[in-house]
């Protein structure tokens, strides 16, 4: 299983706690062999720089960098396999659809890629298979959100309206496209998009732009994005990618340092035109708000 809230808040204040004792450049070598965001310019002390850089790793970086600084759970967590249907890195959405529409889903999925969204296509068969089955309840309990594809007849289907209810359940964040199908009962009180006579790319760009805005998604999308700029493998990529970053509605403060040293070591974001620019204003535009 993955790492509890609780676990994590106990690995980062023990790592935080060993690591203060260190000096400054011992503890970015650290953080870097560890693949971990570094800076340096600090205005604060040791504890919180280190706080502010390994509170958004993944669960077994900070099981890794916990057992190197010597601490280790009596029992050590074991981490469950990251289903294989969700691109790592990625913000994870359930598409709840008719089998007939699999192929609008299809492309939805396609376009959503670009924003750093990775979506999980159910296909409602008429006599799924238990494996079926097991993966639909895997996707369910670790997407980040779910959207409902609206069309004709989605409430009679026997799957829809149980993932609905499966995600709302979790507390997820769930929308519904209106493709001819009204939203009903409980996610009638949900945010609905108009899908009619719009293409996937403008039905993604409008879903991207909720999730970036939603309290409970907008800081993972930001991560999100973050973690994709910083991977960029060409100038188109870069340039595309600060586009997002500058639609940020919530800004971190590790953020303005990891854009900076990408900045600095990946030569496809230093070398995309205009894009040093952008990311020098971006950082200045947060830094003016205090973050």
Same mark, same amino acid.
């Given at each position: 299983?993955?790492l ?5 808040? &106990? ?13 400054w ?5 650290? &953080? ?6 570094w800076s ?26 916990a057992? *190197?600084?010597?601490f280790?759970?009596?029992e ?12 790592k890195?990625m913000?994870? &959405?359930?598409?709840? *659809?008719?089998? /007939? ?5 299809a %492309?939805?999925q396609?376009? &959503?890629l ?16 238990? %494996?079926?089955?097991t993966?639909?309840?895997t996707a369910?309990? /670790?997407?980040d ?6 069309h %004709?007849?989605?409430h ?9 209810g ?6 997820v964040?769930v929308?519904s496209v *209106? ?14 998009f ?11 760009r ?8 939603n ?5 993972r999308?930001?991560?999100?994005l ?5 991977e960029s ?6 340039k595309s ?5 500058e639609d940020?509605?919530?800004w ?7 854009v ?15 894009? *040093? ?7 200045k ?5 205090g973050?």
């Amino acid at each position: 299983m993955p790492l509890t809230p609780s676990h994590r808040i &106990l690995l980062i204040k023990e790592i935080a706690s060993r690591l203060e004792s260190e000096e400054w450049p011992f503890i970015d070598v650290i &953080l870097k062999q560890f693949s971990l965001p570094w800076s340096d310019e600090w205005r604060g002390g040791k504890d919180t720089y280190v706080l502010e850089m390994i509170q958004g790793a993944d669960d077994q970086a900070l099981i890794d960098l916990a057992q *190197h600084v010597g601490f280790q759970f009596e029992e050590t967590p074991k981490l469950r396999v990251d289903p294989p249907f969700w691109r790592k890195g990625m913000f994870r &959405l359930f598409v709840s *659809h008719l089998a /007939t529409k699999r192929a609008l889903a299809a %492309e939805l999925q396609e376009s &959503l890629l670009d924003f750093g969204i990775s979506c999980f296509i159910a296909h409602n068969d008429i006599e799924p298979t238990q %494996e079926w089955q097991t993966q639909i309840e895997t996707a369910l309990a /670790t997407c980040d959100a779910l959207i409902a594809l609206l069309h %004709e007849d989605f409430h009679a289907s026997n799957w829809t309206d149980q993932e609905i209810g499966f995600a709302m359940g979790r507390g997820v964040p769930v929308c519904s496209v *209106h493709f001819g199908q009204d939203p009903y009962g409980f996610i009638g009180r949900f945010q609905a998009f108009k899908g009619k006579r719009k293409t996937t790319d403008d039905l993604a760009r409008e879903l991207f732009d909720a999730y970036r805005k939603n309290k409970q998604t907008q800081r993972r999308m930001g991560e999100i994005l973050i973690g994709l700029f910083e991977e960029s493998g060409s100038f188109a990529e870069a340039k595309s990618r600060i586009g997002y970053l500058e639609d940020l509605v919530l800004w971190e403060p590790s953020f303005s340092m990891r854009v900076r040293n990408a900045l600095k070591n990946n030569n496809q974001i230093s070398g995309s035109w205009g894009v *040093h620019e952008r990311v020098t204003a971006l950082v200045k535009k947060w830094d003016k708000q205090g973050v």
